[in-house]
């Protein structure tokens, strides 16, 4: 390997370069003060930085290391100190530090955390490729989806968008809008099941100051805030039914009224909707309208659920790695292939969004810059449930032959009540919990608000 030791003291660096260049690896050294430091990192292909945290008396090795990332110099790097302290610890970590030299070190402490990073073992591993693009899947799995973006985005045809939870719904809503005519402009998005009925209106078409009690002033609504832009309106499978003919007439007219006025606005966006529930039973049970729905549903979009796309999850595991770098500032490299073979085995309840989430944990949890299988059965281990010696079908039989088969909608409902008012004196986090559930943060609050928990 290509590897550049940076300290201040010529005496380390001699040291260092020679331990190194005895283990067959080639060396440059730099005081950390050259003016041409990056430019001779680049030059020299450098593949690992053994880089001390102090450089001088107002300029540290973490500050070199952050000026290398801005100018988008990413290679991995080993930190040397005669002093470990928590701030030099926690400033290594927020850059993606995750080996500490502690001075005096041994030669074979060195040659170990070296051969961490020697290219060799990345010969029998998943490597990152370079295509940067915000929804990925194959042809074989997502053809036609694609094909239907394509049409969408063409037009200005109302679209509705199907597929469970955690499917990716509103990044098919958000390429359909990045690929069309009206993608200078903004998308703005309202999730149908959150808003209580009673500021369903106000949220979407606006209000007018003194409208109601609580209206102190003008309130801009997202059907104008939205401009010729995309209004998503998400999860409107669970729009209260007694609201469902004032956003029938919105489509039809392309106009409406902001509470508390007779001033008709213009509409001048487009509408797309999604939803993970079966809205043809949702007709049939009278909850949602069969207008609404053809107005809504001019093009259908059905979104494969995981399970339905297994062969793509090599290709996401490694597209969410390459976010996960991003937005966690880190720089894995990779996969090892048994690790990449568990997680195409394994069942994903809450789908992509739990795969998501999985990646992004064994990437913080990493001890190397490759996820390996250890890094995913860790995590897993720690969540998994390891029940006690209780027979809950005994305690289940005992409760319906108590109340009545009869019953069992009342008894399952107290069970279910029971189960999440536990799980509330545990943790409030909504978003957490809602994430161990494998379900959206708003189903889970409606969930919690239909048992009056919250």
């Known amino acids: 390997m290509n590897i550049a030791i940076i300290d201040d003291q010529e005496v380390v660096r001699y040291s260092v370069s020679k331990i190194l260049k005895k283990a067959t690896h080639k060396t440059f050294e730099f005081s950390g003060l050259e003016n041409n430091i990056i430019d001779s990192i680049k030059s020299n292909k450098i593949d690992l930085m053994v880089v001390d945290v102090m450089l001088g008396e107002n300029f540290s090795g973490i500050d070199l290391l952050k000026k290398f990332r801005q100018r988008h110099i990413n290679q991995p790097a080993i930190l040397m100190t005669a002093y470990t302290t928590p701030t030099n610890m926690i400033e290594a970590s927020k850059i993606g530090i995750k080996d500490i030299l502690q001075k005096p070190f041994s030669k074979e402490k060195l040659i170990h955390l070296v051969e961490k990073y020697n290219s060799k073992k990345y010969e029998n591993i998943h490597t990152l490729n370079n295509i940067d693009e915000e929804f990925v899947g194959s042809f074989e799995t997502m053809g036609k989806v694609y094909e239907k973006i394509g049409i969408a985005a063409n037009n200005d ?105 007779n001033i008709d606005i213009s509409f001048k966006g487009r509408v797309i909707s999604a939803t993970n529930l079966d809205i043809t039973k949702q007709i049939n049970q009278k909850n949602f309208r069969e207008d609404l729905y053809y107005r809504l549903s001019v093009l259908t979009i059905q979104i494969p659920s995981l399970e339905e796309r297994k062969s793509d999850i090599p290709m996401l595991v490694k597209h969410f790695i390459k976010k996960a770098n991003k937005d966690l500032k880190l720089h894995i490299k990779g996969i090892s292939n048994e690790a990449m073979r568990f997680f195409e085995k ?109």
């Open 346 to 454: 394994r069942i994903y309840k809450g789908n992509i969004r739990e795969l998501r989430n999985l990646v992004y944990n064994c990437v913080l949890n990493a001890q190397e810059d490759i996820i390996e299988l250890e890094n995913i059965k860790n995590l897993e281990s720690g969540t998994s449930y390891k029940p006690k010696n209780i027979n809950l079908e005994a305690v289940f039989d005992d409760m319906i032959e108590e109340n009545g088969i009869e019953n069992i909608k009342t008894t399952y409902e107290f069970i279910e009540k029971s189960f999440f008012s536990t799980i509330l004196k545990k943790s409030n986090n909504i978003s957490h919990l809602s994430s161990y559930l494998g379900i959206s943060r708003n189903t889970l609050r409606k969930i919690l608000k239909a048992y009056e928990l919250i």
């Open 157 to 261: 045809l109302p679209v509705m968008i199907l597929g469970d939870t955690g499917s990716g719904k509103e990044l098919i809503a958000n390429l359909i809008h990045k690929n069309s005519s009206r993608s200078n402009n903004k998308v703005v998005a309202i999730n149908c099941a959150s808003i209580p009925k009673e500021l369903f209106e106000s949220q979407l078409f606006g209000h007018e100051k003194g409208s109601f009690t609580d209206a102190v002033k003008e309130h801009i609504g997202l059907a104008e805030a939205v401009g010729e832009g995309t209004l998503f309106l998400d999860e409107i499978g669970e729009l209260d039914i007694s609201l469902q003919s004032k956003l029938l007439r919105f489509l039809e007219t392309k106009k409406f009224r902001k509470v508390g006025s």
